[in-house]
């Protein structure tokens, strides 16, 4: 699912003309219930061209969380991270850091879980990803204590490419 950012808002206002009427009907559109494969198929599959130019220019964002795990009790944060196989890399930190921040700060302060996501939308290398991790991991030992923001660091270790600047 796909939705607008702030830049995305912003081009919707008015007077804000900087896109074309392709690109545009398409930020209309994207709501974050429509599938992405409906916005590929506008326009005689044009869309899927324009859907990843306004990717690539920060109108848009596929912020589909992770499939969830059951939920458990408390503040545990389990999943298929501990079993994870695939190639580590920034998409599958920040898709991790997304479910962590609606999971645990959500239900608790939703206004802290928006900025969260705000900071992680507009991360766009390891080093800016990591320091929202930090945050997160500090707000984690705080209301949960060390051992489990520990424990999250070592499942984000996980996710993070070998090369990014762990200290988390």
Not at 83 to 108: E, H, I, Q, V
Not at 112 to 128: F, G, H, K, Q, T
């Amino acid at each position: 699912m796909l939705n607008k950012t702030d830049k995305g808002r912003a081009e919707l206002q008015p007077g804000q003309r900087t896109l074309g009427q392709r690109e545009r009907a398409i930020l209309l559109v994207a709501d974050g219930r429509k599938s992405t494969a409906s916005l590929h198929a506008l326009f005689h599959g044009d869309g899927k061209a324009i859907v990843e130019s306004l990717i690539a220019g920060g109108y848009l964002l596929d912020d589909r969380p992770p499939p969830a795990p059951a939920p458990s009790p408390g503040l545990a944060v389990q999943g298929s991270v501990d079993d994870f196989s695939g190639p580590r890399s920034l998409a599958s930190a920040r898709m991790f850091l997304f479910d962590l921040s609606d999971r645990m700060f959500a239900p608790r302060d939703r206004q802290m879980a928006e900025r969260l996501r705000d900071a992680l939308r507009e991360a766009r290398d390891a080093a800016s990803m990591v320091a929202v991790g930090r945050e997160m991991l500090a707000e984690i030992e705080r209301i949960a204590g060390r051992e489990r923001a520990q424990a999250v660091s070592a499942r984000l270790a996980k996710l993070l490419p070998e090369s990014a600047p762990l200290g988390v």
